[in-house]
């Protein structure tokens, strides 16, 4: 028995959430907006909802400010057998959902830790959640079918799902979403106080560190006000520690600039190694071929041959040259394999030991 | 003619270059670490220098506060036709490398906008600076044989050759990356101080703005230090910004909010969109298949059967599954015929149209 999910609001989070679940779950869809549903049908993300049939999961994926109303305009009409949300804060939004009076044990807050910085159903894609946490918000009325429910959805999706009261999840994702947008925001908009042309002079660190700056302005708004109990002293923080760096470096305090460096990096090793870099585990083999159909397909049939598996790989393109870089990760074992293989099958092979 | 280069140091940067390099140019390499030129000799990034050959080029890839001694020795032992370094600060190192009374005219400061947190000759790869700006800094006294031979090694190495002072160059790393690398190290910090655990309920926003917070504190100390005059004042700057925001949260004045969020959303337009990123122009065809030796080839081998050029790959691994997505970026013409081909010969997609 699969059950069925309604999706409501197709837009990121929403459609992603069909995809993902595309051959596991029947998938209802419905939006507000006609042409973002359009798209998120014509993309497979599931079929228009006929506003009948009740579905065993619904899926509220609208901005936190609409959770409330939405909801209980879905419970009225009996949509559905039990009830989420994706808000990315919580509290606020089940004091809401409360106000209502709504049967709330039907009602199990979530929030899935992805997102990208396009928004809208085009951006969707079906491994969004792969692999990140996805945390279930029960209150104290929840009950258990409903947060059971949440938990099967999460992991239909790929994600991991993790529980936290309102109030944890919404002081850790203050610390580890909130302040971070904050960050890159803050440190984006300096660069248009900067020379013309700064910002074409960078690497890997300003784009990395900036990345989220580009996210919808009004969704963080409601975020960050409605947050603002955890967020505003994280932020009078951060602006303390930059303060007294400031002055380190005005007076050449070299221990002061030191220890914020050295917390930073104990900091970061915290945190989960991103999917995707396998660089502790995995080694990798670059060769440079042209730009061209079959040329991946040569390959890949060549380490197929070699009894090598491509763990994953990387494609460089060099801007205005007809030819590519493409690094194939592999164990550390089958690398020597296939880089024999590959020079023997006349591939430009990169490193050699 | 091939010019050969010496290069001093063989860290990320310079084995990094001696790898980008292997088959164009001759590459001699030193250390005063035995054990790093043993793991750089060993990855091919070159041959050890016998200590006598004089090269076309040496490039110095020290930390900043070594490359004005190093350079002086280097030069007085007839090392090399023309010199460089790729320290991130440029007027500081141009000022000790005046005051050692060397011939300056050899010699023309360079920085390459690349790296990576992890540091060694280990993390090195031959694609480090595949399309990343390579600053040329060429003082008054800087002659154009030098400025060339620097020239021809960036672009040797793939990267992008542009040219500012050093006093140009040392005003815009500050923003474009000195300072990104202060936000990230100090939202880094405040994760020691949460709760436990909170790191792990990071999304990719986390990941992303924190990861040049893994870099080595001792050479950032250095950077920031070196660089403190341009640096300073814009820490101040986004501190002040954070401490306004935070009085904005407090009061609940969404304008200033809204102000913030707006202004680093116009900054991050002003970031070039990173290699790899094919979002605006490219579209992708995602498929679910077993992690085993093949399934990759099986995939290209359809795609360049059916004609279609596959121009990067995504490979997402699920935890705890013996599968992954493998996501395939196409042309957006290209894209339902992939997806009929690849459906004919069974493989698993996971969006339809």
């Known amino acids: 028995m699969t059950a069925s999910v309604l999706v409501v609001g197709t837009g990121l989070i929403g459609t992603s959430v069909g995809l993902a679940l595309h051959d596991r779950r029947r998938v209802l869809l419905t939006d507000s907006a006609a042409d973002r549903l359009d798209v998120a049908?014509?993309?497979?993300?599931?079929?228009?909802?006929?506003g009948a049939e009740p579905a065993d999961l619904v899926l509220l994926a609208v901005p936190p400010s609409v959770v409330a109303p939405e909801l209980r305009r879905?419970?009225?009409?009996?949509?559905?057998?039990?009830?989420?949300?994706?808000?990315?804060?919580?509290s606020h939004v089940q004091r809401e959902i409360d106000a209502t009076g709504v049967d709330t044990s039907l009602v199990c807050g979530g929030h899935p830790l992805a997102g990208r910085e396009t928004a809208g159903p085009g951006a969707a894609t079906a491994e969004l959640f792969l692999g990140r946490p996805w945390v279930l918000c029960p209150s104290e009325r929840t009950g258990a079918a409903a947060a059971d429910a949440v938990r099967a959805l999460a992991t239909d999706c790929g994600a991991e799902p993790l529980e936290l009261s309102p109030a944890e999840h919404d002081r850790t994702v203050a610390l580890v979403s909130h302040l971070p947008q904050v960050a890159a925001s803050a440190v984006a908009a300096r660069?248009?106080?900067?020379?013309?042309?700064?910002?074409?002079?960078?690497g890997p660190g300003l784009q990395d560190t900036t990345r989220v700056a580009a996210s919808d302005p009004s969704l963080w708004v409601e975020v960050l006000l409605g947050n603002r109990g955890y967020v505003a002293p994280l932020v009078r923080e951060l602006a303390g520690d930059l303060d007294r760096l400031a002055a380190a470096l005005e007076s050449g305090a070299d221990g002061a600039v030191r220890d914020l460096l050295e917390r930073g990096s104990r900091g970061r090793a915290l945190v989960p190694v991103k999917r995707g870099e396998h660089d502790r585990d995995f080694t990798s083999v670059a060769v440079s071929v042209p730009d061209a159909p079959g040329q991946l397909a040569g390959l890949f049939v060549t380490a197929a041959d070699a009894g090598v598996n491509v763990e994953d790989v990387r494609v460089e393109h060099l801007r205005g040259r007809p030819s590519g870089v493409i690094e194939l990760v592999v164990q550390p074992g089958d690398r020597q394999r296939l880089q024999t293989a590959l020079a023997t099958a006349g591939f430009a092979v990169l490193r050699a030991d």
Chains 1, 2 share one sequence.
């Open 191 to 202: 660069l248009l106080t900067g020379p013309p042309g700064a910002a074409d002079v960078s």
């Open 41 to 50: 049908v014509g993309r497979g993300a599931g079929e228009r909802w006929d």
């Open 74 to 90: 879905l419970m009225e009409r009996g949509a559905g057998r039990a009830y989420t949300h994706v808000a990315s804060i919580q």
